[in-house]
Every structure is written in C-alpha cells, then in structure tokens.
C-alpha cells in the first residue's frame, strides 16, 4: 500500500534515542492514519483535470473500485459540457464491468451517445452498453427482460454505426441472444408437451421457426412440431414439417426416428409400344 508522506516528516529524519516511546507512540498514529485513509479522496487532486489523470492512473492499473469511485465522483462535479464527461462516463462504465456490476456499467456507458451523440467514444460506449445487458441474462430460463434490452442496444448499434468495425461482433451478440430467446421458447414448448397441452406446445414451437428460423433451435422445433401434429391427429401437418426436416437434415438420425424414411419416388411408367 502506498502512503503518503505525513506533513512535516522524512523518512531520514534522525530522532533522539531518548524518546523511544515517543516514537513509537508516533509511528503507531501514522500507520493508522494512513490505513484508515479511505480509496479515493477528492483531496488527493487540485484541479478536475489532475483528479481524471489520478482515476484514469487507478484505472490503468486495474484497481477498479478506486478508479470506479474516482469517475463517478468526477460525473458530479464537471460541467455538464466539460470534454472530460463523456470520458468519465465511459471510464467508469469500464470500472464497473471489470467489478461484474453491469447494471451500474450499462447505465454508464449510456450516457455518453445519450448525452454526448457526436463524441467519438459514443459507438464504442453503445457496443458496451449492449455487452453489459447481455451479461445480465445468464441462462434462457431466467428472466429474459435485460436480454430483450441487450438486443434493442446491439441493434441501435448497428442503426446508428453500420459501417464501425464492430459490427460483426455486435452482429455475433445478436445471434447469440436469438439463440436464447429460442431456446427459452422451446423450453416452454417442450414443458407444454410433456403436460401433453399440445395446441399450447404448437404457438411455441411456430413462433422459434417465424421469428429465430436461421438458429441451430429452429430444428428442435420442428421436431416437436412433428411430435404434436401426430398426438392431436393432424397427419398432414405433420407430413409437411417431415418433408422440410429431410430437405434441410437428410441424413439426420433424429429426423429419420421422427418421420420415418423418405418415401421412395415412384418409378416412371413404361411408354406405351407403338402401334404398327
């Protein structure tokens, strides 16, 4: 831990030997001082600009939560157009993303393209704000609302910076997410199912194949789609879903079990002879 130097001492200042316990007494309420001292003090700069260096300092050497109190102090008190405030914002949305409190860095790095949409830091803060949502949906069981809001900031993104070269990972993030929101619908479905509430099943499994149909779930799906026309008797439903899954996985086992073999095509008819 660095110390500061007490007002009035030198680490090679001489003291008489006649005094030991005086020193003692003396170094004891030093060390205490200093320990007792708390992360980050608005005493330790004089000006905004010296107090953004000592933050950006705690941030560079990943001492977050010194660094997290430095920005949010400094978001109280610069200028509400002070050039330093959009990069506090951001610099404390990056403190607290390192601390895995991802509300407190969404809501950070929000507000530079909310308040400050030109400055250059805005495409990356959006990207980051989406990064963070996305980190608060977990699993596709829990609730899914910060996932729904980590999808309108990736696509906001996008929106408003096509051409930053961060599109295709934010592109990536997007993906992801409609995995999980397909994935939580088949879990539904699939509850559904096994309840044998099959017409329930069926507005599940349709709405992963009309609204995530490129995910690796949209197959899933339709094999319970299959599995749910057959229970409630709706053969040709059924068919129809069975003839897209061997377009698409002629080879796939699951199907194969599902719907059976492909029907084999019949052979075409022998031409009739000619007549003499």
């Not at 390192?98 to 509300?103: K, P």
């Not at 993104?157 to 599109?167: E, G, I, K, M, Q």
């Not at 619908?185 to 992963?208: P, V």
């Not at 599902?258 to 003499?276: D, L, N, S």
Request: glycine content about 4%; overall charge positive.
């Amino acid at each position: 831990m660095n110390r500061p130097t007490p007002t009035g001492y030198h680490p090679r200042m001489s003291f008489s030997p006649r005094r030991p316990l005086r020193l003692l007494a003396l170094g004891a309420l030093v060390a205490s001082a200093a320990c007792a001292k708390p992360d980050y003090s608005p005493l330790e700069a004089s000006t905004n600009e010296t107090f953004f260096q000592a933050a950006l300092k705690a941030l560079n050497g990943k001492n977050w939560t010194k660094a997290s109190k430095g920005f949010e102090q400094l978001t109280f008190q610069l200028p509400a157009r002070d050039p330093m405030l959009p990069r506090a914002y951001f610099y404390l949305g990056v403190a607290h993303q390192n601390l895995d409190e991802f509300i407190l860095a969404a809501q950070a790095f929000s507000r530079v393209p909310e308040n400050f949409p030109e400055d250059t830091l805005a495409p990356l803060a959006t990207f980051q704000a989406a990064v963070s949502y996305s980190r608060l949906w977990r699993r596709p069981d829990l609730d899914s609302d910060y996932g729904v809001t980590a999808l309108s900031t990736y696509q906001s993104f996008l929106a408003a910076y096509p051409d930053s070269p961060l599109r295709d990972s934010a592109q990536a993030g997007i993906d992801r997410l409609n995995e999980m929101f397909a994935q939580k619908n088949l879990e539904t479905g699939d509850l559904y199912a096994q309840q044998r509430a099959y017409d329930s099943s069926i507005i599940y499994y349709k709405d992963i194949l009309a609204k995530y149909p490129q995910t690796k779930v949209a197959r899933k799906a339709m094999l319970g789609l299959v599995k749910a026309y057959k229970a409630i008797g709706y053969r040709d439903d059924a068919a129809d879903i069975c003839a897209t899954l061997r377009a698409k996985y002629p080879k796939d086992e699951a199907v194969v079990k599902a719907c059976g073999p492909a029907p084999v095509a019949a052979a075409p008819a022998a031409p009739a002879p000619a007549k003499p």
